[in-house]
C-alpha cells in the first residue's frame, strides 16, 4: 500500500491484534536474517514490496529484488550482526534503530569493500501492506558519512 496517502495510513485502525500480527511477522524476519534464510525473508514480504537505501537512492522491487537486495548485503557483510536499540510497531509498520557490526568483504551500497571491521548505526522502517498482511520492503537510513569512510578502512 505505497499509494497509501500519509493521512490514509494515519487513520488505519491499531487493535491489539494487528500489533500482535505485526509483531510475529517482524520476529520471523529477524530470525530469517540471522539465519541468513533469504526464502524465509520473502515468505514475510508482499509481492510488490520495495527495498530502499535512502541516502544512496538504490532501490530493489518485488521478491527479486528483495533477494538481490539481501544477496548483496550478506555478501557484503557476511557476519553482519544488529542489536537492536529502538523499536516502534503500529498499524502502518515496524521503525527500528540497530547497532550493525561486521567485516565489509562485498560491495555494498556502491562502496567497494575494505575488509575491515565496521560498526554503524541503521535506522529501517517495515512498511506495513494491509492487504498482502506482510511487509511492503524496508526503507533503510544510514549515515552518509559513514557510507564514505566504508572504503578507507582496510
Known sequence: MSDATIQQRLAWESTPELH??????????????????????????????????MPTGQ????????????????????????????IVIGPQGVFEVAHATGTHQGVWAGVAPSGGHVEFEVMIHFPWNPVAEKFGGEKVWVDRAMLASLGAHP
Open 20 to 53: 500482535q500480527r505485526i509483531r510475529r511477522l517482524w520476529i520471523k524476519h529477524s530470525i530469517a536474517e540471522d539465519r541468513r534464510d533469504i526464502p524465509g525473508l520473502i515468505e514475510t514480504l508482499a509481492p510488490d514490496c520495495v527495498y530502499e537505501i
Open 59 to 86: 532501490r530493489w522491487e518485488g521478491h527479486a529484488g528483495a533477494r538481490a537486495f539481501y544477496t548483496e548485503l550478506l555478501g557484503a557483510f557476511p557476519d553482519v550482526h544488529f542489536d537492536l536499540t529502538d
